[in-house]
């Protein structure tokens, strides 16, 4: 028995949107590799994917593997390793250098190597059907990983990576890629994608970047009552609401508490402490048993860069719903950036 899946694909990213599996019982299985332009049709879905490889070993000296260790620990595709799969990707990365102007991908070829950058600056252009030249899309400082979307997904690379300085990446061969972030990666970005998609204030984003937005969520739980975040305490992430509600209380100079707000599905909160570098407005509570996404400060600055105008005029409605809730302006002064 083998499965078809036969995905439609995003014309800019190249990038999977639905997935519709067809099971076979009597042909031979489709080149797991096959690649067409905009439908593709192979034996493949990487959550039953159980490509056991060998394990591979690159040695290392201890300098260059602490130095490993600390920059994977950026990496939201790892974190949710456990320690002794960890372990295989430090032993399997292996360092490459690279000079100025090098291309380390280019669109449309297939995909070898995952990368993540240790050091250097790296320009990534996307070729558009129709457009003469390709497009400057992104780039990565000193930090940050790529070279994932061709592995993931058996596609050909959708983008072009350029290193504009000299640099260091380690890279991890695709069958380690596979065998050992191919789910967790699959199976965080599928949970989080039509969430993600449903979130107006994430609309300015880029498929691409709510990917990586999807990567770096947590999923938390919390029982109905139950304290989110405490009013006067340091902002250390920002939240979205998955499934249930969550009411927002405050108290204001005269001690008065009161609820100020509701949030639904498709909301957020808990992003005016990050922007303004100040605690907690105010405080929340799950009403009924509450799933959110939590996003911590690290990520919220590096991916959450195109939303921040959003954010910020929401923030103005606070000041403004803050005068009619409180009646007065008094309070104000707490939540201005
Ligand atoms: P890959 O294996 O396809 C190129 O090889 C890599 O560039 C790709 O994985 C990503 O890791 C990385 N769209 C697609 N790939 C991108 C993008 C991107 N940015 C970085 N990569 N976009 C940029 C979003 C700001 C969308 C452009 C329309
Ligand atoms: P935070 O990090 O300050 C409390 O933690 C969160 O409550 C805050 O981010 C916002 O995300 C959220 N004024 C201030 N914060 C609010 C408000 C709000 N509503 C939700 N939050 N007002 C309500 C506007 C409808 C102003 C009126 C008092």
């Known amino acids: 028995m083998y499965s078809i899946a036969l995905c439609y694909m995003d014309i800019v990213t190249s990038v999977p949107v639905t997935c519709v599996t067809i099971r076979d019982y009597t042909e031979p299985p489709l080149n797991r590799f096959t690649r067409r332009k905009s439908v593709f049709a192979e034996a493949y879905d990487p959550e039953e994917d159980d490509d056991d490889g060998e394990r591979v070993i690159h040695a290392k000296s201890d300098e260059q593997r602490q130095r490993l260790a600390e920059t994977v620990k950026h990496i939201f595709l790892f974190r949710s390793l456990d320690p002794d799969q960890m372990s295989e990707v430090l032993d399997a990365m292996f360092e490459r250098r690279v000079t100025e102007g090098e291309y380390v991908i280019k669109q449309g070829d297939d995909g070898d190597n995952f990368y993540v950058v240790d050091s250097g600056a790296y320009d990534?252009?996307?070729?558009?059907?129709?457009?003469?030249?390709?497009?400057?899309?992104?780039?990565?400082?000193?930090?940050g990983s790529f070279g994932e979307l061709a592995l993931m997904y058996n596609l050909p690379r959708a983008a072009t990576v350029q290193a504009t300085s000299t640099g260091v990446l380690w890279a991890m061969e695709r069958q380690t890629f596979r065998r050992i972030l191919l789910k967790s990666a699959c199976k965080k970005?599928?949970?989080?994608?039509?969430?993600?998609?449903k979130v107006p204030m994430l609309k300015s984003l880029e498929r691409y970047e709510r990917m990586n937005l999807a990567d770096a969520l947590v999923p938390r739980m919390f029982e109905d009552n139950e304290l989110i975040i405490k009013q006067g305490e340091p902002a250390e992430s920002m939240f979205f609401l998955e499934d249930g509600n969550v009411r927002i209380n405050m108290v204001n100079s005269n001690n008065e508490n009161k609820?100020?707000?509701?949030?639904?599905?498709?909301?957020?909160?808990?992003?005016?402490?990050?922007?303004?570098?100040?605690?907690?407005?105010?405080?929340?509570?799950?009403?009924?048993?509450?799933?959110?996404?939590v996003l911590d400060v690290d990520a919220f600055e590096r991916l959450l860069g195109p939303c921040m105008d959003l954010m910020k005029r929401n923030i103005e409605n606070y000041e403004n719903e803050l005068l009619k809730i409180f009646g007065t302006k008094a309070n104000i002064s707490d939540i201005r950036i």
């Open 189 to 197: 970005r599928k949970l989080y994608m039509d969430l993600l998609e």
């Open 259 to 293: 609820e100020i707000s509701r949030i639904t599905n498709g909301g957020y909160f808990g992003e005016l402490g990050l922007i303004t570098n100040k605690p907690r407005a105010a405080s929340a509570y799950a009403v009924g048993k509450t799933r959110l996404a």
């Open 124 to 143: 990534v252009y996307v070729k558009i059907d129709g457009e003469p030249e390709p497009k400057k899309v992104m780039n990565y400082d000193n930090q």
